[in-house]
């Protein structure tokens, strides 16, 4: 559909070239979190309903008063401050969703005129959904570099996808950036109920308080009512709940810090097979095992390492996980997905319970695992180099899996057998994986010629891959020091 030069195309570039610009005065993190607090008060001014929380928000600044001034040429930094102050929803969530001026950026007089754009430009916004999430995938940008951004779209939807959910079911992301992942798991399932209101009791947690911030704005603009409680380090102590549904992209390959650091007499983990504490990936991988509850499943983001990594005690989880016939199913991701590394990933799907289950498939699958080779399912960006996970790859590994599961076909699909596809997929069983020292690593075993020679090569692939990591994470510590140095 063609947009006309004020359609909501234009709107969105301008929106974007005045972010920049707004950055040039702050930083663009700052200037990204400005622009979607007041998309997002925009979208609750537009919303506002009669009764309690109506009278509430009326008692507000309004939104038209915001443009009133924005086109009187008066003063709106300071007013603009105020307004996100009294708009946006608290850190800490103590006092429901008022008063968030505890995080709202400073803004300097030298702001107004961009900011009187801005306002502008969201005020003509028709499609704010999509600018939100627009905006979100810029503030994720402009963060990315510190190992802190928002999984893109295109792998949420298979994530999400993957995992299944229900309606009715409990979901939680305890990595939760921007609550993406529970935002698509509402959409799917709406979309499976004909667009009825899905009933999710969806939960999400990050270490960042400013970033929960962020998802309570974009549930609360999507409509959707979620628990976001403050600022919490997931992997501190194990989940005081069991889920449905954990749906997580934890950051790849970091070190613990202070009190997480893995101790005995951790139910989450085996005393005798600790997480390395230089890397926390094996962690999450467990903590999120531990909080599903007893047909839980759990679609979760690695690095390429936890699947092939080559020390003891990595080999000694991955064998825990593979007998304790958790492991359903792990896909080898396109390289190059991600714009601020170039690690590459496998999605884990994990299941307690393999055997047939309501809405997830007729077949008895325990004591297998599937393995699906996705690694040439992208398609390159227009106008750019950046890659993402092709919408055609996408269903391929949906079928796949479907079929594998002997779930139900897609409206206008028929019934399809599962069979193993060379260069594509394989099943294998417990014993299968145990002769291969439990790599579970897809191309390994999706070659035609998956030899020994060509796991000696995933080895060392996973070695490089792991030094690589080492150095990034080395420049991002260097990047901060010096920062703060400069700051003194």
């Known amino acids: 559909?063609?947009?006309?030069?004020?359609?909501?195309?234009?709107?969105?570039?301008?929106?974007?070239?005045?972010?920049?610009?707004?950055?040039?005065?702050?930083?663009?993190?700052?200037?990204?979190?400005?622009?979607?607090?007041?998309?997002?008060?925009?979208?609750?001014?537009?919303?506002?309903?009669?009764?309690?929380?109506?009278?509430?928000?009326?008692?507000?600044?309004?939104?038209?008063?915001?443009?009133?001034?924005?086109?009187?040429?008066?003063?709106?930094?300071?007013?603009?401050?105020?307004?996100?102050?009294?708009?946006?929803?608290?850190?800490?969530?103590?006092?429901?969703?008022?008063?968030?001026?505890?995080?709202?950026?400073?803004?300097?007089?030298?702001?107004?005129?961009?900011?009187?754009?801005?306002?502008?430009?969201?005020?003509?916004?028709?499609?704010?959904?999509?600018?939100?999430?627009?905006?979100?995938?810029?503030?994720?940008?402009?963060?990315?570099?510190?190992?802190?951004?928002?999984?893109?779209?295109?792998?949420?939807?298979?994530?999400?996808?993957?995992?299944?959910?229900?309606?009715?079911?409990?979901?939680?992301?305890?990595?939760?950036?921007?609550?993406?992942?529970?935002?698509?798991?509402?959409?799917?399932?709406?979309?499976?109920?004909?667009?009825?209101?899905?009933?999710?009791?969806?939960?999400?947690?990050?270490?960042?308080?400013?970033?929960?911030?962020?998802?309570?704005?974009?549930?609360?603009?999507h409509g959707l009512d979620g628990h976001i409680g403050p600022a919490v380090n997931s992997l501190e102590k194990p989940s005081d709940s069991f889920y449905d549904i954990v749906l997580a992209n934890p950051p790849f390959n970091m070190s613990f810090q202070g009190a997480e650091t893995p101790r005995r007499g951790d139910p989450r983990w085996p005393d005798d097979a600790l997480p390395p504490r230089d890397n926390a990936n094996f962690a999450w991988i467990l903590h999120i095992a531990h909080a599903l509850d007893s047909e839980g499943r759990a679609a979760i983001l690695m690095a390429d390492g936890a699947a092939t990594g080559v020390r003891p005690v990595e080999q000694k989880i991955r064998k825990r996980l593979v007998r304790g016939d958790l492991v359903e199913c792990v896909i080898a991701l396109p390289p190059g997905l991600f714009p601020h590394t170039r690690i590459s990933s496998c999605l884990w799907l994990l299941n307690r319970d393999k055997g047939p289950q309501r809405g997830q498939g007729r077949s008895d699958r325990r004591s297998q695992v599937l393995l699906i080779d996705a690694r040439g399912a992208y398609e390159t960006v227009p106008g750019t180099r950046q890659r993402r996970l092709g919408s055609d790859g996408t269903e391929r590994i949906l079928r796949t899996l479907a079929a594998w599961r002997g779930a139900p076909p897609a409206t206008g699909q028929t019934q399809a057998s599962y069979q193993d596809e060379s260069g594509w997929c394989r099943s294998l069983s417990r014993q299968e994986i145990a002769d291969h020292q439990y790599d579970l690593l897809p191309p390994l075993y999706t070659s035609e010629s998956a030899d020994e020679a060509i796991t000696e090569d995933g080895r060392v692939a996973a070695l490089v891959e792991e030094l690589q990591a080492r150095f990034e994470e080395s420049h991002r510590l260097e990047t901060d020091l010096l920062r703060v140095l400069g700051e003194l």
């Open 1 to 221: 559909m063609g947009t006309t030069a004020d359609g909501p195309d234009a709107v969105s570039r301008r929106v974007r070239r005045l972010t920049r610009d707004l950055g040039g005065l702050l930083n663009l993190y700052d200037a990204g979190r400005v622009v979607v607090g007041l998309i997002y008060m925009k979208s609750r001014a537009s919303r506002a309903q009669d009764g309690p929380d109506g009278r509430r928000e009326a008692e507000k600044p309004s939104w038209p008063s915001l443009v009133r001034r924005a086109e009187d040429q008066q003063p709106l930094s300071p007013y603009v401050r105020y307004c996100l102050s009294q708009w946006l929803p608290r850190t800490d969530e103590s006092d429901g969703a008022d008063a968030g001026g505890e995080s709202v950026p400073y803004l300097p007089r030298t702001a107004d005129t961009v900011l009187r754009y801005l306002v502008k430009a969201i005020d003509q916004a028709v499609r704010r959904g999509e600018l939100l999430e627009q905006c979100l995938q810029d503030l994720s940008s402009a963060q990315a570099k510190g190992g802190h951004y928002f999984t893109p779209p295109d792998i949420v939807r298979l994530m999400v996808a993957a995992a299944a959910p229900q309606d009715g079911q409990s979901v939680l992301d305890p990595a939760c950036g921007s609550a993406g992942l529970l935002i698509e798991a509402a959409r799917q399932v709406s979309e499976s109920l004909g667009g009825l209101h899905p009933s999710l009791a969806l939960t999400g947690q990050d270490l960042h308080a400013g970033t929960l911030q962020i998802a309570r704005m974009n549930l609360s603009a």
